[in-house]
């Protein structure tokens, strides 16, 4: 079912399944998709969980406010989960959206249970990106990515220094063939990192190996 809230100044639209007595799963897409980038992942674990896949605000339905500053995108999550009165929920996120989910677990971490960071870019300047070239599409909004594109390029150094304070049980999924570094992993207290065989989009490329992996981290006991 989609649904609409009013957060933290802004307008999130997500989808929702599962049973609502589930514990909660979150999932963030990446840059320029939406909920949709999730299909077939969402309903594997709404048979277990009551999962919430969101429009990232410039992105989908969601509002475009026009600044897209990353630690504030992390608190539209907060915000949101605030709304609906979740408890600490497993949050699953993909390349920006896995940035957005480690930031939610530095500043919020009573509001992550465990953490699935799936091709995150490295907690450092990156090199050697190509420029954006806007072709026109109307999904998501161009400015968003181009901020989001230069906090990338030159994150915070608070962010890496941030990583280490994450208390989450938490699984770093990395592509052999991404054009990522997997340092992230490294970053993170007890973090596991899983190599698959796959590119940048892990969870299209390889979702057998991608599902596989996040069901045997969510099934390991708390440490």
């Known amino acids: 079912m989609i649904r609409d809230a ?7 639209v997500y989808r929702e399944e599962g049973h609502p007595s589930a514990p909660p799963l979150l999932l963030l ?20 969980h009551r999962v919430f896949a969101l429009d990232l605000r410039g992105h989908g339905a969601s509002d475009r406010p026009g600044e897209y500053p990353l630690p504030e995108m992390a608190e539209d999550v907060a915000a949101l989960l605030d709304h609906l009165g979740l408890g600490p929920a497993v949050v699953i996120g993909h390349s920006l959206g896995g940035v957005v989910s480690y930031l939610l677990a530095m500043s919020h971490p009573d509001r992550v249970g465990g953490l699935v960071l799936e091709d995150p870019p490295p907690a450092r300047p990156l090199t050697g990106r190509p420029p954006i070239v806007e072709d026109g599409s109307t999904r998501f909004d161009w400015r968003m990515v181009h901020d989001t594109e230069r906090q990338m390029v030159d ?3 608070a962010w890496a220094a941030g990583l280490g304070r994450i208390t989450a049980p ?7 063939r ?21 590119g940048h989009l892990v969870h299209m490329d390889a979702r057998k190996e991608f599902l596989h992996a996040v069901d045997t981290f969510l099934a390991a006991p708390a440490p």
């Open 6 to 12: 009013h957060v933290n100044g802004i307008k999130l």
């Open 29 to 48: 897409h990446g840059r320029c998709a939406d909920h949709n980038d999730w299909n077939g992942i969402t309903q594997h674990f709404a048979a277990r």
């Open 155 to 157: 994150p915070d150094p």
């Open 170 to 176: 938490t699984l770093v999924l990395s592509g052999t």
């Open 178 to 198: 991404s054009p990522f570094e997997p340092d992230v992993a490294a970053r993170i207290p007890g973090a596991r990192l899983v190599r698959i065989e796959a």
